[in-house]
Structure formats: C-alpha cells, structure tokens
C-alpha cells in the first residue's frame, strides 16, 4: 500500500468558508486525537506500526512529517530512504500512512495542530508500536 494524499475542497460564500473531504471514507477510523506542539523545535519521532493505519490532518499551521518504512522492525538499516511531505491547513489534504510505516513529525509554523486519524483502538495500537531514536534516518 502506498503513502497518498487526500485533497479536500472548499466552499466558500458570505457566511465563512467550509472545508470538505467528501473522498474520505472513515468507515476504518475507530480512534482520533489532536496534536499540538508548543514550539517549532519540538520533534516526534519516530514511532511506527506493522499493522495500523494513520490519516494525519493539519487544522491549523503547518507540519513537516517524515515517513519510512523500516526494513526490520528490531534492529532497522541505518541508511533507508525517507519521504518528506509538508502538510499546510491552508491546502486542505489528509495524509494516508498505511501499515508498514514510522513517522516523525515537526510543526513548522506556531501555532500548529495536527489532528490524527486511527484505524486501531488504543489497546491495539500499544500492541503494535514500535519507536526509534530521534536521530536514526533524518537530521531534524
């Protein structure tokens, strides 16, 4: 399964503006939660799943994520390819992380607030997650 972008759409009149993904179907979705960072310097990562799928959604400002996928899940390659994606509120996407991926993440703009997306309860998500060092595969 491969990494993808959802785009929204928006309406906008004289009431105010309103924000859609009519494409995202969250028939999986079984948890959500919002992130927000105090500072442009905080950095999450890594943190990754065999089995669980992400959605992340930016409400407000803006993040860098960084998405790899491990070769091993106990003692991973030092040198994998990473993919760096920029998520902006003001583009209306919903980033899709199928299973099989670690993540890290920074907000690039204060204030940001990331809304994440889990097709897992918590139970089972704890059951499936796997965390590497900050530093492992990206210079933050």
Same mark, same amino acid.
């Given at each position: 399964?491969? +990494?993808?972008? +959802?785009?929204?759409?928006?309406?906008?009149?004289? *009431?105010? /503006?309103?924000? !859609? #993904?009519? %494409?995202?179907?969250?028939?999986? /979705?079984?948890? #959500?939660?919002?992130?927000?960072?105090? %500072? $442009?310097?905080?950095? *999450?990562? =890594?943190?990754?799943?065999?089995?669980?799928?992400? =959605? #992340?959604?930016?409400?407000?400002?803006?993040?860098? /994520?960084?998405?790899?996928?491990?070769?091993?899940?106990?003692?991973?390659?030092?040198?994998?390819? @990473?993919?760096? +994606?920029?998520?902006?509120?003001?583009?209306?996407? +919903?980033?899709? /992380?199928?299973?099989?991926?670690?993540?890290? #993440?920074?907000?690039?703009?204060?204030?940001?607030?990331?809304?994440?997306?889990?097709? $897992?309860?918590?139970?089972?998500?704890?059951?499936?997650? !796997?965390?590497?060092?900050?530093?492992?595969? @990206?210079? =933050?």
């Amino acid at each position: 399964m491969q +990494i993808n972008l +959802i785009k929204g759409g928006t309406h906008q009149d004289h *009431r105010g /503006i309103l924000k !859609f #993904f009519n %494409d995202f179907d969250m028939t999986r /979705i079984r948890r #959500f939660y919002i992130v927000e960072h105090v %500072d $442009v310097t905080t950095v *999450r990562a =890594w943190q990754g799943h065999q089995k669980e799928q992400k =959605w #992340f959604y930016v409400t407000e400002g803006s993040f860098k /994520i960084v998405l790899v996928s491990p070769d091993d899940w106990r003692q991973p390659s030092e040198n994998l390819a @990473y993919e760096e +994606i920029v998520l902006d509120s003001k583009n209306n996407e +919903i980033l899709h /992380i199928p299973a099989g991926f670690a993540n890290g #993440f920074q907000a690039l703009e204060e204030p940001s607030k990331l809304t994440v997306y889990s097709d $897992v309860t918590l139970e089972e998500s704890l059951n499936d997650n !796997f965390r590497f060092s900050e530093s492992l595969w @990206y210079k =933050w």
